[in-house]
């Protein structure tokens, strides 16, 4: 098939983790390459963006939850985000265990709800850079990730290094 007639590749994403581990910082530095300090905190959003992954165009759909528990009221609404997504990044803040808890938690939500253990997941330690306040440690970050079969990136949100690594 010819590179012009090739249609798009698409992929949902989304974004899960306890309220304040920096969803939505780490979404619009995706999408704007830009650290805002200002924006709508309390709302999801579904973000469209292009990226070349690859060396292949992919249209990205990405949905920014607001933190949703996976037992009570808001579990229907997490396991409907769940259900849209084709991958899951998990974010947790190194400065907050309970963030780090979560974690699994919404891992095995996935895998119920998915029915399968081959969705791909990436999870992110965020707010490296507060290393005076850090409370999770690199290796544990790690552990975890290996624990569920997932990739662990740590970011910062704030520096350069998140740009660089985001391209
Ligand atoms: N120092 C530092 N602060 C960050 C980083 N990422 C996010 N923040 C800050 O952490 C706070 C929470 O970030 P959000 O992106 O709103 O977190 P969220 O997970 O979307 O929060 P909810 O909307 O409550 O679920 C904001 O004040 C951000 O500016 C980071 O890497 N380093």
Redesign the pocket.
């Known amino acids: 098939m010819s590179e012009s007639v090739r249609k798009m590749l698409r992929a949902k994403l989304v974004v899960l983790?306890?309220?304040?581990?920096?969803?939505?910082?780490?979404c619009v530095r995706f999408i704007t390459r830009r650290f805002i300090?200002e924006y709508e905190?309390?709302r999801e959003v579904t973000y469209r963006c292009q990226k070349i992954v690859d060396k292949e165009a992919i249209e990205l759909e990405i949905l920014?939850?607001?933190?949703k528990e996976c037992v009570g009221p808001a579990a229907s609404s997490l396991e409907s985000s769940i259900k849209w997504g084709d991958g899951f990044l998990i974010?947790y803040s190194v400065t907050d265990r309970s963030s780090f808890e979560a974690v699994s938690r919404l891992k095995r939500l996935i895998d119920h709800v998915k029915q399968t253990l081959g969705i791909p997941t990436v999870i992110v330690a965020?707010?490296?850079?507060?290393e005076n306040g850090r409370v999770v440690r690199t290796d544990e970050g790690q552990a975890l990730a290996s624990d569920l079969r997932s990739v662990c990136f740590a970011?910062?949100?704030?520096s350069t290094a998140i740009s660089d690594s985001m391209k």
């Not at 970011?155 to 704030?158: M, R």
Request: glycine fraction near 12%; include cysteine.
């Open positions: 983790g306890r309220d304040n581990s920096g969803k939505t910082a780490l300090g905190h309390k920014d939850t607001v933190n974010i965020n707010k490296c850079d507060m970011l910062t949100d704030n």
